[in-house]
């Protein structure tokens, strides 16, 4: 079992910058793939950022590449999102996820993760 537990969210105006960590225990999570999704008020839950185990490479929507960045403290078996530029359509409950056996097709796929947060709401709004 690994728990995960997202801090970070907050109400932040346009243009403004937020950074979302995401705390592991039970297990360390650093040889998994590790995910942070979005959803919004009436919408679905769509893929933001993930870290493929250790392949060294991040993945990123097309919607937040060059403003956000993932990054992992493997020795705090924590996982951050760095959220710059922030637009009003950001807001949403941002949910981190990890799943030891995912396979790197299914990288971007809600529905393929095991292990969830509780979610952090991110407001953007002046």
């Known amino acids: 079992q690994v728990q995960l537990v997202e801090t970070g969210g907050g109400l932040v105006q346009p243009g403004g910058s937020l950074q979302l960590s995401c705390a592991a225990s039970?297990?360390?999570?650093?040889?998994?793939?590790r995910g942070w999704f979005r959803q919004a008020p009436g919408k679905e839950r769509e893929f933001v950022s993930a870290?493929?185990?250790?392949?060294?490479?991040?993945y990123y929507s097309e919607s937040v590449k060059g403003r956000f960045t993932i990054s992992a403290d493997n020795a705090k078996n924590t996982m951050y999102l760095q959220m710059n530029d922030l637009k009003p359509e950001a807001t949403a409950i941002y949910y981190c996820?990890?799943?030891?056996?995912?396979?790197?097709?299914?990288?971007?796929?809600?529905?393929?993760?095991?292990?969830w947060g509780q979610g952090t709401q991110v407001t953007v709004s002046s």
């Open positions: 870290l493929f185990r250790n392949n060294g490479r991040n």
């Open positions: 039970g297990r360390t999570f650093t040889r998994f793939a």
């Open positions: 996820a990890t799943d030891p056996s995912l396979i790197f097709s299914d990288l971007r796929r809600n529905t393929a993760y095991d292990y």
